[in-house]
């Protein structure tokens, strides 16, 4: 088992690697859920990440989908919802009968695993919660208040897809980190431009759309870059030999012998080109 002051970074062709469990142990627990997490705690990884929604009375729950039918008991719009409601449902048995009565949990239980431990946390908030205007109830406020609360300022990455969101959240508070979230063609995007007017602090694509020249670019602008979602080995030795700073995966524990299998090999492919 891993406790707070075991957690090391790990490794590759001399730079530091963030291994961020993606959902938590999401290929072997229900994703988004407390066991998933607690077992990222235990498995090496340094970096946990989760997704964040509101509730139909504005309340911050943890799930990844808009709809509940995928992974809980429920059907229909998340957002239709109210938090006791959904704190009622069944998380866990989708993904196996041993998980029966794990429910989804809100945003400070997870956090609360956290506040006394070295490990990072990304928090991903979802799209679909952005407010046509900033509410002062408004899922912005909310997440910082929960990173504020637990004392995470200097640990904590906020990541969206919804990069308004992003900007708010700076507006908020400069001082956190952001990340943009993107999946389309990484040639078409004006890294620069994008650093300027958000001031991220990682930028995180799809892992398939990654190319080495990318990012150098990236980290000549003070870029970090974590791609998602990686799961292979294929697409860990991809990455790691594209020069990433880290990388989302469901296997925090493959992740973690790749890295160190192909640090055996010497990192060669930490010199890859296009």
Not at 88 to 113: N, Y
Not at 127 to 142: A, K, S, V
Not at 210 to 216: A, E, G, K, T
Request: net charge neutral.
């Amino acid at each position: 088992m891993v406790t707070a002051d075991q957690v090391v970074r790990p490794q590759f062709s001399g730079r530091y690697i963030e291994v961020i469990a993606h959902r938590g142990c999401s290929g072997s627990y229900p994703e988004n859920t407390l066991p998933a997490f607690q077992a990222a705690k235990e498995s090496g990884a340094t970096m946990i990440e989760l997704d964040v929604t509101l509730t139909q009375d504005r309340k911050l729950i943890v799930i990844h989908d808009e709809t509940l039918d995928r992974t809980t008991s429920g059907r229909g719009e998340v957002g239709s919802w109210k938090f006791r409601e959904l704190r009622k449902l069944d998380a866990g048995s989708w993904f196996d009968p041993a998980f029966r009565g794990v429910r989804l949990p809100a945003l400070s239980q997870v956090l609360r695993l956290y506040c006394n431990h070295s490990m990072h946390v990304n928090i991903e908030i979802k799209p679909e919660c952005l407010d046509e205007h900033l509410q002062p109830d408004g899922i912005e406020y909310q997440v910082v208040h929960e990173i504020d609360r637990f004392y995470l300022r200097d640990r904590v990455i906020v990541s969206s897809f919804g990069w308004k969101i992003l900007e708010r959240i700076s507006a908020i508070d400069s001082s956190l980190r952001t990340a943009l979230l993107y999946e389309g063609n990484l040639k078409q995007i004006k890294l620069k431009k994008l650093s300027k007017k958000y001031k991220m602090f990682s930028f995180n694509p799809f892992w398939g759309k990654l190319y080495p020249d990318f990012v150098r670019r990236a980290h000549d602008l003070g870029l970090k870059v974590f791609p998602y979602t990686v799961n292979s080995w294929q697409e860990m030795a991809f990455s790691l030999c594209a020069g990433v700073d880290g990388a989302f995966t469901n296997y925090p524990n493959r992740f973690l012998q790749a890295i160190r299998d192909l640090d055996t090999l010497g990192g060669e492919a930490g010199n890859s080109t296009d």
